[in-house]
Each structure stands twice: as C-alpha cells, then as structure tokens.
C-alpha cells in the first residue's frame, strides 16, 4: 500500500534557526497537504499542493512540491516560539479510488529553544 | 458556531469493556475520518465514511466498529478484540463528493486509557 515518510521526526532548534521537514511517498501523489498539531491540541490545516513542482509561501513557511509530485517539503524561516508543534504531511494516492482518503506521514516534532 | 466535536475528552475503561467514542460535526460535510494517533507513529486511518448509511476499513480497522446512521454523527466502538486501545482518537471531516475537497478538519480528540 502507500506508504508517507517523512523526516526527520525530531528537530530542535534555537528561535531564529530555519527549519525544514522532507516528506516522501512510495507512490505519485495527486495532491499533498501539510497540517500542524500544537501540543495537547488537534491538526488544523495548512496548505494544500496539487501541482507538480508547486511553491507557496505563508509568511515565514515555504511549502515545495517535488517535480515527480513524490515528495515534498515545509521550510520555516526563523523561527519563533509559536512555530512549535508537530508537522505532518499527508497525500493523497494519483491512482486512489477512496476520495478523500489521505495517508498521513509519522510527523515532524519541533522544539523552539527561545 | 460551525464545527466538529467529539466526546469526551478523556475516557477510561477496564480492560475487556467496548467503549464508544462520540463524533459529532454541524459543517454539512458528507465525508468523515477516525484516526488513531500514537507517539511517533502519526495518525493512522481506523475507518471513514464518504456519505451517510456507508464505511470503509481504513489501515487498522480490526477490534473497531462504526456507524454512520446520519450525515453529522460517525460514532466509533472501540471493542474488546482491540489489543492495545489506550491511545488518543481523533474524528475528522471533509466535504467529499466528487467536486469536493478532501481537507480534513478534526475534532479536539478524545484521549481513551484502558486500565
């Protein structure tokens, strides 16, 4: 089945580094959305890509993806300590029959030390 | 007020007992998600349903049961052939349908322990 990799699952980093998660499918997406899960909260939508190579910017967050729509990324330009919290990718299957049916990558947790 | 919601936030069960977690949404979304969420492992598909009176098993339906009597309601049972239930459940929607999109909007969660 497909399966949604991302990386890495942990990052700290000082308020004021960049921050970048890497998300990559065994199978070619039809679209992939980003979500973002505060601590002790619920994921709450970010943004979603559908076209190959796509770029779209929120702010500080810069949002790729991949040529081959596989693989994508979530840039975060100095960050601050509201950016905590866990990132996750999830795509949704070119060749699917489920609409609306995604799968979710493990997540990325970051740590802002102010 | 539009939205999902789901309770209770916290639930605790004796080892052996079904225990049914409520989801309620008022956005007039015809689709609906439960996800499991564990650490490290990100949210896995139990079930969903893409309109009222159907289900599909998701990734890891075994041991869990659902129903989807009306539009705004997906209550899930997590029952006692489920091996590990302690985790934290969260229930989502989207629009669906074939024009729609497939954002997910979740529910706060309900954190369910099995003593």
């Known amino acids: 089945g497909q399966q949604v990799m991302q990386i890495p699952q942990y990052q700290h980093v000082q308020e004021g580094e960049d921050f970048t998660t890497y998300c990559n499918s065994s199978?070619?997406?039809?679209?992939i959305q980003w979500y973002k899960q505060r601590p002790g909260g619920h994921p709450v939508f970010l943004i979603q890509?559908?076209?190959?190579?796509e770029v779209k910017k929120q702010k500080r967050l810069t949002f790729q993806f991949g040529e081959a729509k596989k693989n994508s990324s979530l840039h975060i330009t100095a960050t601050q300590t509201t950016d905590v919290g866990t990132y996750f990718c999830?795509?949704?299957?070119?060749?699917?029959?489920?609409?609306?049916?995604?799968?979710f990558g493990q997540g990325t947790i970051l740590t802002v030390h102010p | 007020d539009g939205g999902i919601t789901q309770s209770p936030k916290y639930l605790f069960r004796k080892e052996g007992q079904n225990v049914t977690l409520s989801c309620e949404q008022n956005?007039?979304?015809?689709?609906m998600y439960w996800y499991r969420q564990d650490p490290g492992q990100g949210l896995r598909l139990i079930y969903y349903?893409?309109?009222?009176?159907?289900?599909q098993k998701g990734d890891i339906a075994e041991g869990y049961s659902v129903s989807r009597e009306k539009k705004e309601s997906f209550p899930l049972t997590v029952t006692s052939a489920q091996k590990n239930p302690t985790a934290f459940y969260l229930c989502?929607?989207?629009?669906?349908?074939?024009?729609?999109?497939?954002?997910?909007?979740f529910g706060p969660g309900t954190r369910l322990t099995v003593l």
């Open positions: 199978t070619t997406l039809s679209n």
């Open positions: 890509l559908v076209k190959s190579g």
């Open positions: 999830a795509g949704r299957n070119a060749g699917g029959t489920s609409y609306g049916k995604l799968t």
């Open positions: 956005l007039n979304h015809d689709a």
């Open positions: 349903s893409q309109i009222v009176n159907d289900f």
């Open positions: 989502a929607s989207s629009i669906g349908g074939l024009a729609g999109s497939d954002t997910q909007y």
